[in-house]
């Protein structure tokens, strides 16, 4: 008080006070001496004080009763102008802070007696209200007596008096409760803190309390009895009161002033004791009245509800509940109990109006009903409270729309007979019109005919309530229609938000508190403070398990009621900003219900927007089998009553956007999509956008849902899994407003933003969005069987968007993923087919380019992971689909060729999988993929995949849709066995290294080591395998792969054979060689006899070669020819070989069938082969010629010239080169032969072959017919030809039986008859005298014998022999007999 004390002010008071006495005594001059003597001895004391005492103040203060004696006095005369001058001087003293407590108690009693006279009334109220707020010196009695007197002021006939004494009232109230807490604060210091009061305390006494507590316990009592119609304890001399004003007053205290009654004991007695049992006695006739009783107002408080009374207890109510409810937990029960039962629909609008305004003041504070939960919901025998409250929200929503508001007396309707349609109830001044079938202008809820309009009452997250504000309201007033729904559509949004923000909040902190524990001891390496950190961590997790119960009681005691009335609101939604509001609440529950794991509720909230989105009634199985969809039957207590969750009925009247077919198996009419549905369907996206971490199992409705909603709006896949707006196949067009067609690219965006997101999904939420996506793939490919209608490829185009974005961590997704992909690819519907290898091919591709960390090329799995399915691709026997892999290969090599590394093998299965019964197209592709290996790739795949490529391009020679491609791929091999010849050192040592650690693993492991041609050197299996497929190929069933594949492999053997170790030619002759004869000489003697008329198309085929035999008379040929060239180029390979006689014995035999076989051709080459492997010709050493492979058609030597003996003198002279070489054997001096067979018994092997074929040949038939085989000249000339040089080796061993043997064959031979085709070029015309070229080999051949001495005398015996048989040697021969 520094403006009071300063010296400035002093002076100024005691001018005023002596100015007041001086006025005052003036007045009372003539009528009251009294007063007038009081007065000037006033002047006298004030001047005295103001000399004697330095303190003026307090000196005025110690004799205040005396200075105020001459006002006090002056009132007494109660002359108006008097006593206002009076009051005046009095309130400045007590604006000094001079009266003491004696004068402030009689400055009280003169005001009581001027009250009394009902004089200056205004004035005593000013007074009292200054001298309590400018000092604490009245107490007790004085207090409550100048309480009393403004209380009797305020039921004076004067308004302005009536409320000018009810302000005062009221800020007296306080101040007298302000004062005790500042006299707290003032000893604070000195006692120590008061406990916080436990709701059980029974103390009575109130003789411990200091005295400005007393003051305001006795005044709080003395309220409480005045309301409850008691007389005062301590209020004394009342003599009015109403309730209304005492509950008000109660009221103003309980919420200024928690702190008094949570802080001593005896305030909190008053609060149990008397408070509560206050206002559950007045809510009395609330509880009792039904509706339908007369409904006039009265202020009996009794028997009807009285809106003022029941109004102000709602007030007390909110104010008990929300400051002292740790207090007051059991009475708080039976008040929330009531409030549910004011909620009623037999209780009158105005009631109803204000119980759900004052719950809508609890919706707002969830830290409250989190207490409630705690208190009542989670006790065992306790009223489930919070769920109560939750579900009377949502029965009262219904019984809006179910029960006409009747009973509202300002405002009743005749709703039993509006069957219109329209509004139930449209006062004409609300502005909301009905527009034709009960379109409205204004947002409103509308449902089933009834019309609720859609008041803005209140701010978000506030409850700023109109009718519990109505302080001067007397009568109930008129609720608009509209109002309560929109108050508790509000609760109910309200309550959503806090609850989840408050539960997501704490579960944030939670997750923090845990993420820096667990941080913390990391770092902290000391044991103690690992014990410390061990029990913190122990302490939260208790902390979070009590958190939790708490957080899944309180979601589980409402879901249900808020669901069954969101659903409700969304179903008769005409707004869009309520509509946007209904499902942002259910959107937010389903989230934190993920979050929480409780799966029921969250499941229920998304098939409620998922149901909202689809159009009404639409046959959606996996929404109609989950637990929400039970809800629809599901029925809940309230207060022991029943009621029925009403199920959506969709006929709300809303604007239509979109027209399309349903996606079903049966064709149906087409189904109409509203703009609700598409605002339902962005929230469905935002919800799986923004919480798919948190989805699990339910990805399987909102995917679900999605797919049917993008095929009625006719959004089509197009590359890389997005979808685009595409037109409809089948059936009646999609058709679409202008307004959604804007719309669907930035729902199809949304749409792969929400599976690009993904990427931030943890592992297991993959993994449920992957299960959920296969599932609904599975679903269409059902429904796509047995039909050619257009597929839903919603989930495999999605499919393939989650998994390209999520390559970073494809190993965990690939296995579900591909395998279903590879399920779609075996579909019989085409389209789905051809997406499904789409999706798996672009995924493959994507996995191999993806900068993975580490690289593929260091992790070997993940690349063998990502090729696999390609693999699997094989068995599957669509063409499409193949086609669509060798494809993918095709463009892998292309880009990935060069480091596909232990891909290759994969790669290569792939090509060599395609089988010769799948068309010419594929295998053209598959081809091509090949001729890129062996052209490009070669050098840069690992030397083990060597072998593939060759048996992959072998299996392209025996497929028989395309001889080119046969052809080609033979030259493929031989471009293969080349490389292998430029590179073989380098291959050799990488084969050799990866067999050594085979071999190893081999042994480890306990097994033995199997490969093909084992234990052949590795790098040699490789040339082994080459030939083996070469091999294969000579025996195709078409003569020009035959050809091309037998010439191919002698010219590899010859050109490259030099690099094979000189025992794996055993495997050569045994395994490739010996075994291709076998197999052509057992094709060519059972070949079709039958003409062939042509070659396909219009190919001509010429007369040696129209029948099947012919033909493989020409394979015959080529490989005998070939084998012997091998055997006779490489005899100084072959030789050193253990078992070369046996071999030379199975190459005579082969020699030998084919020599008798019954084809001219073939036998005259068998002879031709019989004369190279004897060396008749002189074969040049390799070592003596360059490594270039031998021309592919050079000729076996042929030996058919006509022979001239040097020493005859014949004039028969050939220019024939061989006829010169087979001179030297007439000639004097033995033959020169290189490689010469050393071994005798090789060449009387050769002998007796000779003679075996020389024999059979020239046998007579036994019968002659036209089919009877005559040899041919040739084929006896040549056969005489080969005795001369074969007789050089055996001559020493040749015996008289060998010479009876050989001239049988020479009589036989020469005997042959010519056949009539053959004669005009064999025989001489009879003017010549000139041999034919069978009888000069003959000639030859004996004189061979000739020559030698010691066979002069057989030979002459084989000539006398001969003379007798012919006269034309007879001729010729006689001058040597």
């Not at 001889?963 to 590179?983: A, E, K, M, P, V």
């Not at 094979?1060 to 006899?1089: G, M, N, P, Y």
């Not at 042509?1094 to 015959?1116: F, P, V």
């Not at 084809?1159 to 010629?1185: G, H, T, Y």
Request: include cysteine; charge should be negative; charged fraction near 20%.
């Amino acid at each position: 008080m520094s403006g009071t004390n300063s010296p400035e002010a002093v002076k100024k008071l005691l001018e005023n006070m002596q100015s007041d006495l001086r006025a005052l005594s003036l007045e009372c001059k003539k009528k009251f001496p009294p007063v007038k003597e009081a007065a000037e001895s006033g002047i006298i004391k004030v001047k005295t004080i103001a000399a004697r005492n330095t303190e003026i103040l307090a000196a005025l203060k110690e004799n205040s009763s005396e200075v105020v004696q001459p006002f006090l006095m002056g009132c007494g005369t109660k002359e108006p102008k008097i006593t206002q001058l009076c009051l005046a001087a009095i309130q400045r003293l007590m604006s000094h802070e001079v009266v003491s407590e004696t004068a402030a108690g009689n400055i009280i009693n003169m005001l009581w007696q001027l009250m009394e006279n009902s004089l200056e009334e205004l004035k005593l109220l000013q007074t009292v209200l200054v001298l309590l707020t400018t000092n604490t010196v009245v107490h007790d009695e004085a207090l409550s007596k100048a309480i009393v007197l403004c209380f009797r002021l305020h039921f004076t006939k004067d308004n302005i008096t009536n409320n000018t004494a009810a302000a005062t009232v009221r800020q007296v109230v306080t101040v007298v409760f302000e004062r005790m807490v500042a006299e707290d604060e003032r000893h604070r210091d000195i006692t120590d803190q008061p406990v916080l009061v436990q709701g059980n305390s029974n103390r009575r006494s109130v003789s411990t309390l200091k005295p400005c507590a007393k003051d305001a316990y006795m005044l709080f009592q003395d309220l409480c009895q005045l309301v409850n119609a008691d007389a005062p304890y301590w209020l004394v001399g009342m003599t009015e009161m109403t309730r209304t004003f005492g509950l008000e007053l109660l009221e103003s205290v309980l919420n200024d002033f928690p702190q008094v009654f949570l802080q001593h004991q005896e305030f909190s007695f008053l609060l149990k004791e008397r408070v509560c049992p206050l206002v559950i006695k007045l809510f009395s006739p609330n509880i009792k009245f039904r509706q339908g009783s007369s409904t006039s107002s009265s202020p009996a408080p009794v028997e009807k509800p009285y809106f003022p009374i029941c109004m102000r207890l709602l007030r007390v109510v909110s104010v008990l509940i929300k400051q002292f409810y740790s207090l007051l937990v059991t009475e708080c029960e039976i008040f929330l109990s009531l409030l549910v039962k004011f909620l009623d629909a037999d209780k009158p609008q105005w009631l109803r109006a204000v119980a759900v305004e004052s719950i809508h003041r609890l919706c707002v504070q969830p830290q409250l009903l989190r207490s409630f939960c705690q208190s009542y919901d989670m006790k065992q025998h306790s009223t489930k409270v919070f769920r109560d409250i939750v579900n009377a929200l949502g029965s009262f929503i219904q019984s809006l729309f179910l029960v006409p508001p009747t009973g509202n007396p300002a405002a009743t309707n005749q709703a039993g007979n509006n069957n219109s349609g329209g509004p139930v109830s449209a006062p004409a001044n609300s502005g909301m019109l009905g527009i034709g079938g009960g379109v409205t202008l204004l947002p409103a809820f509308e449902y089933r005919g009834t019309w609720i309009p859609i008041l803005t009452v209140t701010v978000q997250g506030s409850a700023k309530a109109t009718y519990l504000e109505m302080l001067d309201k007397v009568e109930p007033p008129t609720i608009p229609e509209g109002y309560a729904m929109s108050v508790a559509f509000h609760c109910l949004l309200d309550l959503v938000r806090g609850i989840t923000n408050m539960i997501e909040g704490e579960l944030g902190e939670v997750e923090t508190e845990c993420q820096t524990t667990t941080t913390e001891a990391v770092s902290s390496p000391t044991q103690s403070s690992e014990q410390q950190e061990l029990q913190s961590t122990s302490d939260q997790m208790d902390k979070e398990i009590v958190s939790r119960a708490v957080w899944e009681e309180m979601v589980n005691a409402c879901w249900c009621g808020l669901l069954a009335a969101l659903s409700l609101l969304l179903d008769a939604s005409t707004d869009e900003a309520a509509t946007e509001n209904i499902l942002k609440a259910e959107l937010t529950m389903a989230a934190l219900c993920g979050r929480l794991g409780l799966v029921t509720s969250r499941d229920a909230f998304i098939t409620a927007i998922c149901k909202g989105s689809l159009p009404p009634h639409y046959a959606l199985t996996v929404l109609n089998t989950t637990t929400a969809a039970t809800l629809s039957n599901k029925s809940y207590s309230i207060q022991g009553q029943s009621v029925m969750m009403i199920s959506p009925s969709s006929e709300s009247h809303q604007q239509v956007v979109a027209v399309g077919q349903p996606l079903a198996v049966q064709p149906q009419g087409t189904v109409m999509l509203t703009s609700k549905n598409i605002q339902c369907m962005r929230t469905l996206l935002n919800l799986a956008h923004c919480h798919g971490a948190v989805l699990g199992t339910s990805w399987q409705l909102v995917l679900a849902t999605l797919q049917h909603l993008v095929w009625i709006l006719g959004l089509k896949p197009s590359s890389g899994g997005a979808l685009k707006p595409g037109r409809a196949v089948e059936g009646p067009s999609t058709v679409l407003t202008t307004a959604v067609m804007t719309d669907l690219p930035v729902i199809s965006n949304i749409l792969s933003r929400l599976f690009e997101s993904s990427q931030y999904l943890d592992d297991v939420s993959l993994h449920h969005l992957i299960n959920a996506l296969c599932s609904l793939s599975l679903e269409a490919m059902d429904m796509a069987y047995g039909n050619n209608k257009e597929p839903s490829l919603f989930a495999v185009a999605k499919l393939l968007e989650t998994g390209l974005v999520n390559m970073h961590r494809i190993e965990i997704l690939w296995r579900p993923l591909t395998g279903h992909l590879l399920e779609v690819c075996q579909h019989p519907n085409s389209r789905m087919r051809e997406w499904g290898a789409e999706a798996l091919t672009s995924l493959i591709k994507a996995g191999l380019t993806f900068n993975h960390d580490p690289p593929l090329s260091q992790n070997q799995r993940l690349q063998l992971l990502l090729l696999n399915p390609l693999k699997e691709m094989s068995n599957i026997n669509h063409p499409d689909i193949r086609l669509k892999q060798l494809e993918c290969v095709l463009q892998i090599l292309q880009s990935q060729g060069d480091s596909l590394g232990p891909g290759w093998p994969l790669v290569l299965g792939v090509m060599g999988a395609i089988r010769n019964d799948q068309g010419e197209s594929l295998i053209r592709t598959a081809f091509q993929c090949l001729q890129l290996v062996v052209t490009d790739f070669l050098p840069t795949m690992p030397c083990t995949c060597l072998q593939i490529v060759v048996d992959v391009a072998g299996s392209f020679g025996l497929h028989n849709q395309e001889l080119n491609i046969s052809l080609t791929s033979i030259g493929l091999l031989w471009n293969i066995s080349d490389y292998f010849f430029q590179r073989g050192e380098t291959i050799e040592k990488e084969l050799n290294k990866e067999e050594a650690a085979q071999q190893k693993q081999a042994e480890e492991k306990g097994v033995v080591l199997n490969r093909p041609f084992h234990p052949a050197p590795p790098f040699d299996c490789l040339w082994l395998c080459l030939y083996a497929k070469l091999g294969e190929l000579c025996v195709d069933p078409r003569p020009a792969v035959r050809k091309s594949a037998g010439q191919t492999l002698f010219s590899t053997i010859g050109a490259h054979g030099t690099l094979l170790q000189h025992s794996t030619w055993h495997t050569v002759i045994w395994k490739v060689l010996f075994h291709l004869l076998d197999r052509v000489r057992e094709s060519s003697t059972t070949a079709d006899k039958e003409k062939i008329e042509s070659g396909g198309g219009n190919i001509l085929i010429h007369h040696s070669r129209d029948t099947a035999e012919k033909q493989w008379a020409e394979t015959w040929v080529l490989t005998l020819a070939g084998v012997a060239r091998i055997f006779n180029t490489r005899r100084y390979l072959l030789q050193p070989l253990g078992d070369f006689s046996r071999a030379w014995d199975v190459l005579l035999d082969h020699i030998q069938s084919a020599a008798l076989s019954k084809n001219n051709e073939v036998s005259l080459a068998a002879l031709k082969s019989f004369q190279e492997i004897l060396q008749i010709v002189s074969p040049v050493r390799d070592s003596d010629k360059p490594e270039t492979p031998p021309a592919v058609n050079v000729p076996a030597p042929v030996l058919l010239g006509p022979i001239s003996g040097p020493s005859l003198n014949r004039p028969f002279v050939r220019t024939d080169s061989i006829g010169e070489r087979l001179g030297r054997y007439s000639s004097s001096e033995p033959p020169v032969v290189t490689d010469e067979l050393e071994d005798l018994n090789l060449w009387w092997a050769a002998w007796n072959t000779w003679y075996r074929i020389g024999s059979e040949s020239t046998k007579p038939p036994i019968t002659l017919d036209k089919l009877t085989f005559i040899p041919s000249q040739p084929f006896l000339t040549a056969l005489i030809q080969i005795f001369p040089a074969l007789y050089q080796h055996i001559k020493t061993g040749f015996n008289m039986d060998d010479l009876q043997k050989l001239g049988v064959i020479l009589h036989r031979a020469v005997s042959v008859p010519i056949s009539s085709d053959a004669s005009p070029f064999i025989l001489p015309s009879y003017t010549e005298a000139v041999l034919t070229s069978l009888q000069e080999a003959v000639l030859t051949a004996l004189d061979v014998l000739q020559k030698d001495d010691l066979m002069v005398c057989m030979g002459s015996t084989l000539l006398i022999y001969f003379v007798s048989q012919d006269h034309f040697i007879k001729a010729k021969w006689l001058p040597i007999l």
